[in-house]
C-alpha cells in the first residue's frame, strides 16, 4: 500500500497505473451497477431522444436527399442533449449522503474517478446511441452514400468529446445553485467544433459527396486535447470546496 | 493539551467562510492513543476543525499537521465519519465497503467483514442502505471509517439519531480501538455519553478552543 496522498503531484506520480486502472474499474463497475438498478439516466434519455425521432418526424416529411442532408444534424443534436439529461446525473449520485467526501479522503486518484465517470456515461450515451440509432435510420429512410463504416469512428470519437467534456462540466457546475442549467451554458459553447465535426462529418458520409476524413482528425485531436485538459484540471475541481 | 506525544497538531488555524470566520487562531495538539470529546455550541467551529484535520477543507490561515504530514499525505491513517453516512443508498452495507476498500488498494473482502462484523452488523444482509433504520446507517458509517485500520478516528456526531443503547455500544467499540492504540476526535452534543471513555473534553466556543480537561464536570457542560 502506498503511503501517499492523492493530492500531491509526486504522490500522483508513484501511484502504480495498476492501482489508477483497479479504482477506476471498481468506481465505473459500481457506477452502471447503480444506473442499472435505477435506471435514472438511461430512461429519462430513451424518452427524451424517441420524443425527437417522432417528432420530427411527422413534423417533416423529407425526400430521401433532404433526409441524408439534415439527418446528422438532428441525428447528433437529439444525442447531445440527452446526453446532457445523462450528464446531470453523473455527480448528483455522489452528492447524495457526501459520498464524494469519502472519494475525497482516501488516496484513491482523482484522474481515476474522472476517469471512470467518463466512461460511466460513454457506456451510457453509446447504449443510448446504439438502440436510437436503427430507429432514426427507420422513420427518416436513411442509406449512406459514402462509405458507412466512417461513421462509427465519428460515433465513438463524437461521443467521447461529449462525455468527457460533459463530466467535466457537470463537476464544476456541482455546487453551483442551479446546476442543471449550468451544464449546457458551459458545455455547449465549448463542443461547439467537435459537434461541427459530428454534424458534417455524418453528412458528408450519408450524402457521398465529401470525405469525412478531416472532420474524424478533427474530432480526435479535440479528444486528445480536451481529454488532457479534463486530466489535468480535475484535481482542482475535486478540492474545490 | 497531552501528555502522550502529539500526532495532530493545529498552529494558529483560521477559517473563514467570505466574512464569517469560523475558525479564529486555533492552536492546540491531540496525542496519540487518546480519546478526545470535541464539545461546543452549533457554531463553535468543531466540524470545521474536524474536516481540516481530514483534509476536506484547507485552512484560511496557519496549518495542521498529522503524523508529521500535511493531512491529504496522511489520509491512509485517517478514518472520516460525518454527519451524512458517505455511503451509497442504493447498494447494500458489503457493497459500500467493498468499493472504498478498493481506494484503499484492499482488494479482499476480510476487511470489509471485519469491520461490519466490529460495529454488531451482519455482513450478509443484503438489504440496500438506504433501507436500514438511522442506527444501522450510522454503525455502517463507522465501519466504513476504520474499514482500512487507521490511526486516526475522526468522527463528526456518531451518536446523532442514534438511540440510548446502540450509543452505549458504540462508545464501548471506540473505547477498545482507544485501548488498542488509536487516536479518536470525537464532535458530540451528547458529552454524558463519553464520560468515563474520552480521556480529554476539548470545549470551543466562537472558533477558538475555550479549555481542554480531564473530566466533563471540569469541562463545564454538564
Same mark, same amino acid.
Given at each position: ?241 | ?66 503524523? &508529521? !504530514?500535511?493531512? *491529504? ?12 453516512? %458517505? $455511503?451509497? +443508498? #442504493? ?43 438511522? &442506527? !444501522?446507517?450510522? *454503525? ?12 486516526? %478516528? $475522526?468522527? +463528526? #456526531? ?65
Amino acid at each position: 500500500m502506498h503511503k501517499q496522498s492523492f493530492g500531491g503531484g509526486d504522490a500522483m506520480s508513484l501511484l502504480s497505473s495498476t492501482t489508477r486502472g483497479t479504482i477506476t474499474r471498481a468506481t465505473l463497475t459500481k457506477d452502471i451497477r447503480l444506473e442499472w438498478r435505477s435506471k435514472d439516466a438511461l430512461n429519462s434519455m430513451l424518452f427524451f431522444s424517441l420524443l425527437v425521432v417522432v417528432i420530427f418526424s411527422l413534423s417533416f416529411d423529407p425526400l430521401a436527399e433532404e433526409s441524408r442532408r439534415i439527418a446528422g444534424g438532428l441525428v447528433w443534436v437529439a444525442f447531445l442533449f440527452a446526453a446532457v439529461v445523462a450528464l446531470n446525473q453523473t455527480w448528483a449520485r455522489e452528492l447524495r449522503n457526501q459520498v464524494l467526501d469519502a472519494y475525497r479522503v482516501s488516496p484513491a486518484p482523482p484522474n481515476a474517478l474522472f476517469m471512470a465517470k467518463a466512461l460511466g456515461n460513454f457506456f451510457i450515451v453509446s447504449l443510448l446511441e446504439a438502440l436510437m440509432t436503427p430507429l432514426f435510420i427507420i422513420f427518416y429512410n436513411l442509406r449512406a452514400l459514402g462509405p458507412a463504416w466512417q461513421l462509427i469512428p465519428i460515433g465513438l470519437l463524437g461521443t467521447w468529446a461529449l462525455v468527457v467534456n460533459g463530466t467535466f462540466f457537470a463537476a464544476i457546475s456541482l455546487r453551483t445553485r442551479s446546476r442543471e442549467l449550468m451544464l449546457p451554458l458551459l458545455l455547449f459553447p465549448i463542443s461547439i467544433p467537435a459537434v461541427l465535426g459530428m454534424v458534417a462529418g455524418t453528412t458528408a458520409i450519408l450524402t457521398g459527396e465529401n470525405s469525412a476524413h478531416f472532420w474524424i482528425v478533427l474530432l480526435l485531436t479535440y479528444d486528445v486535447v480536451f481529454t488532457t485538459a479534463c486530466l489535468a484540471l480535475f484535481e482542482k475541481v475535486l478540492e474545490a470546496e | 493539551m497531552t501528555d502522550a506525544p502529539p500526532i495532530i497538531t493545529a498552529t494558529n488555524v483560521i477559517k473563514q467562510f467570505g466574512r464569517f470566520a469560523a475558525l479564529r487562531g486555533v492552536s492546540t495538539e491531540f496525542g496519540a492513543g487518546k480519546f478526545y470529546a470535541i464539545l461546543g455550541d452549533n457554531g463553535a467551529g468543531k466540524t470545521t476543525l474536524l474536516r481540516i484535520i481530514a483534509g476536506l477543507a484547507r485552512p484560511t490561515g496557519g496549518c495542521v499537521s498529522v503524523l &508529521g !504530514m500535511s493531512p *491529504r499525505d496522511a489520509c491512509r491513517e485517517i478514518g472520516y465519519m460525518a454527519h451524512a453516512s %458517505l $455511503l451509497y +443508498d #442504493e447498494m447494500s452495507g458489503m457493497e459500500n465497503l467493498r468499493y472504498f476498500a478498493r481506494l484503499y488498494g484492499i482488494d479482499d473482502d476480510k476487511h470489509g467483514d471485519q469491520a461490519i462484523r466490529m460495529v454488531a452488523l451482519d455482513p450478509t444482509l443484503s438489504r440496500p442502505v438506504g433501507q436500514y433504520s438511522q &442506527g !444501522m446507517r450510522q *454503525r455502517m458509517s463507522l465501519a466504513r471509517a476504520i474499514l482500512h485500520d487507521p490511526k486516526i %478516528l $475522526l468522527l +463528526d #456526531e456518531p451518536f446523532s439519531n442514534v438511540d440510548a443503547q446502540s450509543a452505549r455500544e458504540m462508545v464501548t467499540l471506540l473505547t477498545r480501538m482507544r485501548d488498542a492504540g488509536k487516536t479518536i476526535l470525537l464532535v458530540t452534543h451528547q458529552a454524558s455519553l463519553l464520560e468515563g471513555a474520552a480521556n480529554k473534553f476539548v470545549r470551543m466556543g466562537a472558533g477558538q478552543v475555550v479549555e481542554c480537561t480531564n473530566s466533563l464536570s471540569a469541562a463545564g457542560t454538564l
